[in-house]
């Protein structure tokens, strides 16, 4: 057996056994339990919620907020960005902003401003970059930050960008499906990212944002 072909069938047996053991594992938002939090000592620096009523969606109204408080402008990819509100809300704040997604889709045609508590519409004729393609780390290249949010099977390699090259990225993920990695056995998958990270030597910090669901994002860059 060449060594080419070797590599080949160690590579399909992996993803069959990652496939396998994931086979129960489903998409899911909910919350991240407390018990969880408190067994990672990065979790665990995370506050308790506050005391305002959990909005039910406008995460990436949220994401927006946090952004524009915590970082400075500059070139932003959403990686799988889906319909794209997030780098829209960017892009409208100063932000140099693209959409990262196979998916082609169109802008919605309206979100809720939360600070003017209004609706507002979106032209037919507003668009943002997109690049209609699955993430690659070659695609980095050319921002400053990358944003996930919800997106399956890209966090390791979001991680691995910001472990190669100094990129910072905010992770806000709700699972680790198509992943290649593991939890170890009753090791919850945040946990699991989060160590991921910290081995890597990035610095990790974790936020949360106030809606229901899973809303504990991860902030990450180097020293």
């Known amino acids: 057996m060449t060594k080419r072909k070797h590599k080949r069938e160690k590579a399909q047996l992996f993803q069959a056994l990652t496939r396998q053991s994931q086979s129960a594992v489903t998409h899911t938002e909910s919350p991240v339990p407390a018990s969880v939090l408190a067994t990672s000592p990065t979790l665990a620096t995370l506050p308790e919620s506050n005391e305002l009523p959990k909005m039910k969606?406008?995460?990436?109204?949220l994401m927006h907020e946090w952004i524009l408080?915590?970082?400075p402008k500059g070139r932003?990819?959403?990686?799988?960005?889906?319909?794209?509100?997030l780098a829209f809300l960017l892009q409208q704040s100063g932000w140099d902003a693209t959409v990262i997604d196979p998916v082609e889709q169109a802008?919605?045609?309206?979100?809720?401003d939360?600070?003017?508590?209004?609706?507002?519409k979106i032209a037919a004729t507003d668009t943002i970059p997109r690049?209609?393609?699955?993430?690659?780390?070659?695609?980095?290249?050319?921002?400053?930050?990358?944003?996930?949010?919800?997106?399956?099977?890209?966090n390791i390699q979001l991680i691995d960008v910001a472990a190669a090259s100094g990129?910072?990225?905010?992770?806000?993920?709700?699972?680790?499906?198509?992943?290649?990695?593991?939890?170890?056995?009753?090791?919850?998958?945040?946990?699991?990212?989060?160590?991921?990270?910290?081995?890597?030597?990035?610095?990790?910090?974790?936020?949360?944002l106030n809606f229901r669901g899973q809303n504990i994002g991860l902030y990450i860059h180097s020293e």
């Open 167 to 208: 990129k910072k990225v905010v992770l806000l993920p709700c699972c680790i499906i198509d992943e290649p990695l593991l939890p170890a056995p009753g090791q919850h998958w945040m946990a699991c990212l989060v160590e991921y990270a910290l081995a890597k030597n990035l610095v990790v910090e974790p936020f949360r």
């Open 114 to 120: 939360l600070t003017l508590n209004r609706r507002v």
């Open 131 to 154: 690049l209609t393609q699955p993430f690659a780390p070659e695609l980095a290249d050319s921002f400053d930050l990358l944003v996930s949010m919800h997106a399956h099977g890209c």
């Open 57 to 61: 969606k406008f995460r990436f109204q």
């Open 107 to 112: 802008l919605p045609s309206k979100y809720k």
């Open 69 to 71: 408080r915590r970082l």
């Open 76 to 85: 932003v990819a959403d990686v799988g960005g889906g319909k794209g509100l």
